[in-house]
């Protein structure tokens, strides 16, 4: 089947399309044209398709799409914003599943046919690496909506296990290159999975959305080959594009966090860094109730607000907002200082808080707010923990080291507004919480900051 | 007809295009550019319509409409989320917060 020239030039067009896309996301004021520009070049692409490939099965294949559609619109459209990690983790993971499922076909098709070995090993590399990007997907997804423990999982032989699966993928991959014929691929598929399972169940929770990055790259990849495969050049350039541009995400991301990929993917197996003990520690702490925290915020000349994720959960920061406006009316300086990590995912707070209609320019990043914590008087750290953390800074061993945190152990007074006292997402201990200069305000966020409302409007 | 090399420069030229076009992204948007990149892996769609479309058998139709269904919820979800994303962005209204605050603190602070 060849591809006619004016189809060819509606994929170039799509192709530069997603390009466009790409580059208008990178920058605040074109990333919602930047979006749409990509769904326009992908629609495009697909409904050109119908027009000279000669497509049978035009019905159930329509309605096929109209599922799908359905399916991705109103999970994209309930999904609360605070879910919206695991929800990117799934789409990524179906279409690593589809392309995956798409390379088997094609292999039924090429094992008739012997042609070069070039495709064949593109079509492996597809049916591998699409399963564990579905598999790894799954199990990301899993573990941020709490379907499973958030802590590394590893037991004894992991590392020789995923070696032997790992060997064993080549092996089938060489062996479906050699000798094509479908049960190799079939058989490649289901060590795909299990090779993605592996690859995730030892990578930490604060870890998770890395590796959703990690996978999505993957997928790219893999839509790339299958372009190859089927000898359409809008594939493998969009695949290509999300691929690299992926890869350098993950590598950004990691950065924003001080780890590496690999010490993320690998860390929990070497063994040494078990992610702290898990346990709510009995250590003697200072809580105090509403009525107090009122007072020091009220009186406070610079207060700044370190927003976390346990915020989002509580579904909180509409009267966080409040708050911030009573104590902005009474004189108060008050800034919202983001962890480029807050929430569970790089710019997840953000979105939160613009949820919530904060105006934006409260919210400063922390390379700009950093500076100023010895001059605040009072931090109110809401739902975060392993951001404020300054084991970050001075334990060596501590697996959140070397992370760049907010300085909130310089300030005056920090308060905390914590459930209990169980640890971060990252599962280790915060020295910062037995410091003499901190105050405990337990309690769910929503509660607490609606008696601290009242309290301040009180006084 | 598929020369390998021509695919090799295509897949090499695209690899810098899409490092050097998110290059300066600021971490602040890291979440929305990576849901948007993977709506737009769900560009498989078009392969998965291709083999479901030359099916020649009942068993290969099924599970192209599989692979049809996962890629559309891919790539429609994906888009739709990244909007709903960016929109959060877009939908902060500084005039009025901005204003308001200003004047209940003219109002605060003349009596004083």
Known sequence: MTTPVWVQLVYLGCAICFILALKGLSSPRSARAGNLVGAVGAVAACVVVFFYAGIDNLVPILVAVAVGLVVGVVGARRVQMTQMPQLVALFNGVGGGAAALVA??????????????????????????????????????????????????????????????????????????????????????????GLGVLLVLPVGGADVPIVISLLNAFTGLTVAAGGYVLDNTVLLVAGTLVGASGTFLTKLMAAAMGRSVV???????????????????????????????????????????????GLAVAQAQHTLRELVDVLGDRGVAVDYAIHPVAGRMPGHMNVLLAEAQVPYEQLKEMDDINGDFKQTDVVLVVGANDVVNPAAKSTPGAPIYGMPILNADEAQQIIFLKRSMRPGFAGIENELLFDPKTTLLFGDAKDSLGKLLSSVKAL | ???????????????????????????????????????????????????????????????????????????????????????????????????????RSRQDGAPR
Do not use: C
């Open chain 1, 104 to 193: 088997l076909l094609e292999l039924g098709e090429l094992a008739g046919v012997s042609e070069g070995g070039f495709a064949l090993a593109a079509t492996a590399f597809t049916i591998g690496v699409g399963a564990i990007s579905f598999a790894g997907s799954l199990v990301t997804f899993a573990k941020l909506q709490d379907l499973m423990t958030s802590r590394p999982v590893v037991f004894p032989g992991l590392p020789v296990v995923f070696g032997a699966a790992l060997l064993g993928a080549l092996a089938l991959a060489v062996a479906t290159v050699v000798e094509p014929a479908l049960w190799p691929g079939v058989v490649l598929a289901v060590v795909g999975l």
């Open chain 2, 1 to 103: 007809m598929s020369e390998p090399v021509v695919w090799l420069t295509i897949f090499v030229l695209s690899v810098f295009v899409g490092v050097e076009v998110i290059s300066k992204v600021s971490s602040t948007l890291h979440t929305p550019l990576m849901s948007g990149a993977n709506a737009i892996h769900g560009i498989i769609l078009l392969g998965a319509i291709l083999v479901a479309g030359h099916a020649e058998s009942v068993w290969a139709l099924v599970v192209g409409l599989v692979a049809v269904v996962l890629a559309t919820v891919n790539m429609v979800g994906g888009f739709v989320v990244t909007d709903r994303m960016l929109q959060m962005f877009t939908r902060r209204k500084p005039r009025p917060a901005v204003e308001s605050v200003e004047t």
């Open chain 1, 263 to 309: 010490n993320i993917l690998f860390g929990a197996l070497k063994g040494g860094s078990t992610l702290g003990a898990g346990q709510a520690s009995d250590r003697p702490v200072r809580s105090a109730g509403p009525e107090d925290v009122a007072i020091l915020l009220n009186y406070a000349h610079r207060v700044i607000i370190v927003p976390g994720y």
